[in-house]
Antibody, heavy 120, light 107 residues
Framework: EVQVLESGGGLVQPGGSLRLSCVAS????????MNWVRQAPGKGLEWVST????????YYADSVKGRFSISSDNSKNTVYLQMNSLRVEDTAIYYC?????????????WGQGTLVTVSS | DIQMTQSPTSVSASVGDRVTITCRAS??????LAWYQHKPGRAPQFLIY???SLQSGVPSRFSGSGSGTDFTLTISSLQREDFATYYC?????????FGQGTKLEIK
């Protein structure tokens, strides 16, 4: 059974940093891209970032480019989202999701999410 | 960036009703489209991919159609557990984009 579990959320001040982790199991991690998607309070889903299986290619939404960095560790079946220069508008539930393909298409298994609150 | 526009934004329906949600892309995305169901406090669920392929384990009352710029999600006979928010997502090119969501409420 595929499982995805996020951690690392919390309260941080504007301008601060946070690193989210996502541990996956139940599939061959290096064969699938991994995604981060967020949902701000009262808003819809927003794609944030994707890393290819093997970690060679990364993609970012314009809203986080230059501030967030996605990486993966195949030995630990874990994907990370390093978030720097955080803004109030980054407040959201952050979901990690397994992709159906190696280079990114659809999110077929999602975690329960981890809440990031950016506030002074 | 490709913009995805869903309609309606919200819809009220009764158990047993047939409901259709539409999603329009700002440019041709062929059949690179997925549909998701999201309930408050839960992980989103993957329903349909490649516009019309049903994900394993998803009830057959869900169906998708369309290509190019216009797509639909149909629920043939609503069940109580279907009341949720539904999102389309284009996977034609990065940055991936979601529609704004359609909230399906009980009448």
């Amino acid at each position: 059974e595929v499982q995805v579990l996020e951690s690392g959320g919390g309260l941080v001040q504007p301008g601060g940093s946070l690193r989210l982790s996502c541990v996956a199991s139940g599939f061959t991690f290096s064969n699938h891209a991994m995604n981060w998607v967020r949902q701000a309070p009262g808003k819809g889903l927003e794609w944030v970032s994707t890393i290819s299986g093997g970690g060679t290619v990364t993609y970012y939404a314009d809203s986080v480019k230059g501030r967030f960095s996605i990486s993966s560790d195949n030995s630990k079946n874990t994907v990370y989202l390093q978030m720097n220069s955080l803004r109030v508008e980054d407040t959201a539930i952050y979901y990690c999701a397994k992709d159906t393909s190696r280079y990114g298409t659809y999110c077929d298994s999602w975690g329960q999410g981890t809440l990031v609150t950016v506030s002074s | 960036d490709i913009q995805m526009t869903q309609s309606p934004t919200s819809v009220s329906a009764s158990v047993g009703d047939r409901v259709t949600i539409t999603c329009r892309a700002s440019e041709d995305i062929s059949r690179w489209l997925a549909w998701y169901q999201h309930k408050p406090g839960r992980a989103p669920q993957f329903l349909i991919y490649a516009a019309s392929s049903l994900q394993s384990g998803v009830p057959s009352r869900f169906s998708g159609s369309g290509s190019g710029t216009d797509f639909t999600l149909t629920i043939s006979s609503l069940q109580r557990e279907d009341f949720a928010t539904y999102y389309c997502q284009q996977a034609d090119s990065f940055p991936y984009t979601f529609g704004q969501g359609t909230k399906l409420e009980i009448k």
